[in-house]
């Protein structure tokens, strides 16, 4: 191999180093955002719906780095053949894998939680 190649070979694997380096920085920095915003909602009434449909309404406990959420004094809502179903629930951890959604829960009128 000539030196030429050499140079260029070392010159491309530093800018593909630098561009990983760039991602990760850029990766973290939207983390903590997202960890700030979470941190956030700690002790809030949270909605939570689920893969197979169901709401879960609870405060939020915690979180871990993967994302599996811990709700207490939770409840359970479904639609069944258009019917409202609501069970309670209490604590409840919920896999990363299974959260589609997550709202801040604003409804005033839930007095049961």
Known sequence: MSKDNTKEKDTSQTNQKEEINKNKETKQVNE??????ARGLIGSIIKI?????????????????????????SIEQTIL????????????????TQIVEIFKYKNKKEKDL
Request: charged letters at 30%; proline letters at 0%; glycine letters at 12%.
């Open 81 to 96: 053949n258009g019917e409202a179903l609501r069970r309670r629930i209490g604590t409840i951890t919920i896999g990363y």
């Open 49 to 73: 719906k689920v893969k197979d449909g169901r709401e879960f309404v609870g405060h939020l406990d915690c979180f871990d780095q993967q994302g599996n959420i811990v709700l207490s004094n």
């Open 32 to 37: 903590s955002e997202n960890v700030k915003k």
